[in-house]
């Protein structure tokens, strides 16, 4: 593993840690301030920017919180220059489930998610 591979690694875990904690400075940290997410329902593309997407998280009890097993993995990391990388992950705040492919770019402050599109499964 390259130390590039390791970075973005730390990044991930980054956000999967504060996903399951409910620990938005944790996942503020992994989440360029510029980020979106992205989502389909019914053939619309819903477009959340990353502050109103924390707050979101902010007014929700965490999977830790409930006593929830994780279920996060890193599935892919794909770097494709020094500075660029895309990433697929699997994360779950149950009965939800979620696969998130990241976009991530390396800035002044090292590895971070600029983009977000998911898919979310309830079961």
């Known amino acids: 593993m390259t130390s590039e591979t390791a970075a973005i690694e730390k990044t991930l875990w980054t956000y999967l840690d504060g996903l399951h904690e409910g620990d938005t400075e944790k996942i503020a940290q992994a989440f360029h301030p510029v980020s979106h997410l992205y989502s389909e329902t019914n053939g ?7 502050d109103k997407w924390l707050d979101m998280v902010r007014s929700r009890p965490s999977a830790k919180s409930q006593g929830l097993a ?23 705040l149950p ?9 991530l770019l390396k800035t002044r402050d090292g590895w971070r998610i600029v983009a977000k599109a998911f898919k979310t499964e309830t079961r």
Do not use: M, N
Request: aromatic residues 10%.
């Open 44 to 50: 619309d593309v819903a477009d959340v920017p990353r």
């Open 70 to 92: 994780r279920h996060d993995r890193i599935v892919t990391i794909d770097q494709s220059g020094p500075v660029s990388a895309f990433a697929k992950v699997e994360c779950a």
């Open 95 to 103: 009965p939800r489930f979620f696969v998130d492919y990241l976009t």
